[in-house]
């Protein structure tokens, strides 16, 4: 026999006890002589139909409680399966906001390295040659040329930090060697001092954008088996 169907027998018969003595001290307080309870008499067929009803409640109530914990467990599933597809959705939704932010500044980062570039030319060549209207202004005032030296050199590291706040960042190829996924080889020359297919110099620097190519560098590479305008 169960415990609990031990225990729900135990509890009626205390309470059946209960309500006897009660009457009994009832009978007494009104002057009447108590009366001797009657024996109790065993029926053994409606205790076990007591038994068996109390076996199908408890059954009964388990069945409740298994569906119950059914229901719990599929409605707990459904909650993680769209969990998991939101936070699929979400970092779907920032790469592709990231992606699409890189494609459209892209352009402007390229124009302000295309900038740079023509900046450090002109003082490049301010440093080394005079021409047109730039020589006319350094004869007219030799200080006010080398000031405008200084602003093209503060202009160009303020570029730089423009970039650099952008993870933009220069490749260093000179002196190692060719690498085709950052570089395309423009020329070639025979260069007895450094090994076969190491970058002599970069003609253009190329930069990376969170380690990823923005734009190519061209370089020229001692001469070995590699072609003028492409790669090794």
Known sequence: MDDSIKQ??????SAWLDAAQDETLVGTLDGAAPQAAP???TDLYSLFVEMAGLRSE???ESRLVKEALDQFRAVFETLQTSHATMRQELEWARTEA????????????LDVIDMR??????LKLSGTARFGWLDRVFRRNA?????WQ????LTLRRLDQVLLDRRVVA?????????????RAVATVADSTAPDGTVIEEVRTGFLWDDQVLRTAEVIVSKSGVRTGGTP
């Open 98 to 109: 990231r992606d699409q932010a890189k494609a459209a500044v892209r352009p402007l980062l």
């Open 143 to 147: 200080s006010g040329g080398e000031a």
């Open 117 to 122: 570039d023509r900046l450090q030319e002109a």
């Open 150 to 153: 200084e602003g093209l050199r």
């Open 8 to 13: 729900a027998l135990l509890s009626r018969f």
């Open 171 to 183: 490749v260093r190829l000179e002196g190692k060697l060719f690498d085709p996924l950052h570089a």
């Open 39 to 41: 024996a109790p008499t």
């Open 58 to 60: 408890v059954r009964a």
